[in-house]
């Protein structure tokens, strides 16, 4: 059982940028697939970025080119550098690990909120 804590949420401007970390209790190599997903108030979870063993990267239409993920083998850590925000990437983002490629996620963080106001 590994456990995912995630830091890095918080209030920020639109247009501004943010890096969420995911910290895990053991070697996140164990992993094919770490993937960070979000959910907004009223709307279902959806995957923002997901990274798979061999370091391949998959983002939805809606974040490419504003998001990265990155992961730190060493440090059984993750990241999401998330910039250019906007009002509608506020959400809870989670971070999760999966025993596979593809299908549910096995593993989840508690979540930290992100918000993007003026």
């Known amino acids: 059982q590994v456990q995912l804590v995630e830091s890095g949420g918080g209030l920020v401007q639109p247009g501004g940028s943010l890096r969420l970390s995911c910290a895990a209790s053991?070697?996140?190599?164990?992993?094919?697939?770490m993937g960070w997903l979000r959910q907004a108030p009223g709307k279902q979870r959806e995957l923002v970025a997901a990274?798979?063993?061999?370091?391949?990267?998959m983002y939805p239409d809606s974040v490419k080119g504003r998001f990265t993920i990155s992961r730190d083998n060493a440090k059984n850590t993750v990241y999401l550098q998330m910039n250019s925000l906007r009002p509608e990437d506020t959400a809870v983002y989670y971070c999760a690990a999966r025993n596979s490629f593809h299908g549910e996620y096995d593993y989840w963080g508690q979540g930290t909120q992100v918000t993007v106001s003026s």
């Open positions: 053991g070697s996140i190599n164990i992993f094919p697939t």
């Open positions: 990274i798979f063993s061999g370091d391949g990267k």
